[in-house]
């Protein structure tokens, strides 16, 4: 049970990408200059995550939508919505003094937009899932003809010989989490088409996360590290530090078949567990929740440290707040409103508890994320500028549906983040979907070193057994 996709040695290196164009896309604001937009509030969850996100979005060949019109559409949607629902897009971070707080101001750079072309067929970039280094070239980062402040956002259209294309995005962190970006790219789409609405209107007001004043720290916060930043350091990049090390990615794929076995095998442990420790409430035995604590125990037990066995290991996971805080956000909030869930284990418990005590303590990591909180989870951020503190991190863009997104030229056939060099970091992200295909299952991305890599693997197969 489960399966490993091959490390791709012979996967195309170079996309032999050419840029034709560069452009900004200017929000209307900054061209009257007898107007003074309101700057953007930026909550304690948007300003510690100051990083570019890096995505590209597959898309196959339609003889009714070439490079040229698909290029221009897009372009012209941008346009709509930097108009009003995302003037922010166009913007920049700036600093107010007055606070101490980084702020979006709209009147910023604008919107870059960028068209390019790749001398290669899709075809021959092989697997489109393996994290391949070359699909940087698919997404331009910063534009060179840009004097003083870059884009927050860029897109960057890129077709292949086959008539094939790729959209490109690099986005800061501080514009969207991946509902809101799911959000916006529907709205991208909708634009695209001749006469069609927006699909959802955004709400843009982030003070609905604004901390409570006085800020009220009413739990302990072991998931959250603390700092002391001097005034305008909250512009910094505040991510996990990255360690320079060696490190090998591979491409772990768990199956429908294996995520029904994990449930199964929480399940009959379940019963047993709850006379144990006289637990009556049942734990969420949820797809996310056992795959997250199948890859906990794989990359705790993996670890190459001294004494293992006693250490604590912490994993961390992302929770959209919006349907749990009261009265609840929007649905169409367009800021970041996640923040890290946790559980903790020593790594003896993770090697010999029953598999269903540890799908526990990550469903009551979730659980544990409501109202209350949450609102003291932020009210924290305000006193101590921090940011998440763990062994490592699960981002997953597994059902983010971004291949759902419906555009004039259809459904993009694929679509990942462009993978860095982080250990701390593992991705979720699904299969390539089928004509008929509902769910193919989730594909798990690791980068580790090697040693550290390979009793992953054997981890990973051993506990599907």
């Known amino acids: 049970m489960g399966t490993l996709e091959p ?53 196959p060949p339609n003889p009714e939508f070439p490079l040229e019109v698909v290029a221009a559409r897009l372009k ?24 101490g707080r980084p702020e979006i101001e709209c009147n910023g750079p604008g919107v870059g937009f960028v068209v390019a072309s790749a001398d290669i067929t899709m075809e021959e970039i092989g697997d489109l ?22 884009p927050l956002c860029i897109f ?58 006085p800020p009220q720290v009413t739990f302990p916060h072991p998931e959250l590290l603390k700092l002391k930043l001097p005034i305008g350091e909250e512009l910094a990049n505040l991510e996990f530090e990255a360690e320079q090390e ?59 440290v001294e004494n293992n066995a006693d250490r604590l290991s912490t994993i961390l996971f992302s929770v959209d707040i919006r349907s749990r805080l009261r009265p609840p956000l929007p649905l169409s909030y367009s800021g970041n409103a996640v923040l890290p869930a946790y559980a903790s284990a020593k790594c003896s418990e993770l090697e010999h508890e029953p598999f269903s005590k540890l799908v526990t303590m990550v469903s009551e990591g979730a659980s544990r994320m409501n109202n209350d909180y949450a609102r003291s989870s932020i009210d924290w951020g305000e006193i101590y ?17 971004f291949d759902e997104v419906v555009y004039p030229w259809g459904k993009s056939i694929y679509g990942c983040p462009v993978v860095y060099h982080r250990k701390d970091i593992i991705l979720l992200f699904p299969e390539i979907s089928g004509a008929t295909s509902i769910n193919n299952g989730v594909n798990v991305l690791v980068a580790l070193p090697p040693k550290e890599l390979e009793k992953f693997q054997s981890l990973f197969h051993k506990f599907l057994k």
């Open 156 to 213: 960057q259209v890129t077709s292949f010989k086959c008539g094939g294309f790729v959209l490109g995005t690099s986005a800061n962190h501080v514009l969207f989490d991946g509902m809101s970006f799911k959000h916006f790219l529907e709205n991208l789409a909708s634009q695209a088409f001749e006469d069609k609405p927006l699909a959802t209107v955004p709400c843009n007001n982030r003070r609905l996360l604004a901390a409570r004043s």
């Open 76 to 99: 012209k949607a941008i346009e709509k919505l930097v108009m009003v629902p995302y003037d922010f897009l166009a913007g920049k971070l700036i600093l107010n003094h007055q606070s």
């Open 385 to 401: 500028q921090g940011f998440p503190d763990g062994e490592f991190l699960i981002s997953s863009w597994w059902k983010l549906g």
């Open 246 to 304: 060696d490190l090998e990615f591979k491409i772990m794929n768990l199956s429908p078949d294996d995520v029904s076995f994990l449930k199964e095998t929480a399940k009959t442990s379940i019963g047993t567990e709850m006379i144990r420790t006289g637990t009556l409430e049942t734990p969420k035995i949820t797809s996310f929740n056992v795959v997250a604590t199948h890859i906990w125990r794989c990359k705790a037990l993996s670890r190459d």
């Open 7 to 59: 490390n791709h040695p012979a996967s195309i290196q170079d996309l032999k990408v050419t840029t034709h164009s560069s452009t900004l896309i200017i929000s209307p604001i900054s061209q009257q200059s007898s107007q003074t937009p309101k700057p953007i509030f930026l909550s304690n969850i948007d300003k510690v995550l100051n990083f570019n996100v890096q995505t590209v979005h597959f898309f």
């Open 129 to 150: 899932v393996y994290p391949n280094p070359a699909y940087r070239e698919l997404i331009i980062q910063r534009l060179d003809d840009v004097e003083g402040d870059q």
